[in-house]
């Protein structure tokens, strides 16, 4: 089965810094990796996903690349503020199967 | 608010007993998931129903066991419960079987002592 390896667990910046997290996944059938944010004792929620088809997507302050020779997707936060402070799931999915998630980054912006 | 209702948001039992989780999909959603978050873990996948029918299994341990009713809602029941059962318990729904969007509930917070 698929297997998703988030890089790094903690991560911490200054306000204004930008954040990289990353993944890799085993599966190269994979064709659809989501990214989720969970702030402290909420749900998960979808911030931006990428498809295979597609190398880049951006959305205001964050983005997302994915290398498919490589197998490897990125998410880029660009001009940290404190409320980007939570923990990011990355996650991958082949055709219709179930979600594949890794064990997430704990990304602390301070001010 | 997501749209995806579970109940109870925390549930404190004892080793040994058997409780019952509760998860209603987003209006529309077929597709639901069960995942189990432990404080080192990320989300573990446990089991999925789409349209009453069960359709994918992870790491969902034989003490556990879920279903879908008609009425689209699931239930996630777990017995014999262990200390290692303690866990944040997430639903999500989806609108097809592979829906690339999952929606999730606010989550059941299970302590067992």
């Known amino acids: 089965g698929e297997n998703v390896e988030q890089h790094p667990s903690t991560l911490s910046v200054q306000e204004g810094d930008s954040a990289v997290i990353k993944c890799t996944y085993s599966?190269?059938?994979?064709?659809?990796f989501p990214w989720y944010k969970q702030e402290l004792g909420k749900r998960p929620q979808l911030i931006i996903d990428?498809?295979?088809?597609?190398g880049e997507k951006k959305d205001q302050r964050i983005a997302v690349t994915l290398n498919k020779t490589a197998k490897h997707f990125s998410l880029h936060i660009t001009e940290t503020q404190p409320e980007d402070s939570a923990v990011y799931f990355c996650a991958a999915r082949r055709g219709y199967s179930t979600l594949t998630f890794g064990k997430g980054t704990m990304l602390l912006v301070s001010p | 608010d997501s749209g995806v209702t579970q109940t109870p948001k925390h549930l404190i039992t004892a080793t040994g007993q058997r409780v019952t989780l509760r998860c209603s999909p987003r209006s529309g959603d077929l597709s639901v998931y069960w995942y189990q978050q432990s404080l080192d873990q990320g989300l573990q996948f446990l089991i999925q129903?789409?349209?009453?029918?069960?359709?994918a299994k992870g790491n969902i341990l034989e003490r556990f066991s879920a279903q879908q009713f008609p009425d689209l809602h699931s239930e996630l029941n777990l017995s014999s419960l262990e200390l290692g059962d303690s866990a944040l318990y997430f639903c999500?729904?989806?609108?097809?079987?592979?829906?690339?969007?999952?929606?999730f509930g606010a989550g059941t917070r299970l302590s067992v002592l």
């Open positions: 599966d190269s059938a994979s064709n659809y």
């Open positions: 129903y789409y349209n009453g029918e069960e359709r």
């Open positions: 990428i498809r295979s088809n597609v």
């Open positions: 999500a729904s989806s609108v097809a079987e592979g829906g690339n969007i999952q929606y």
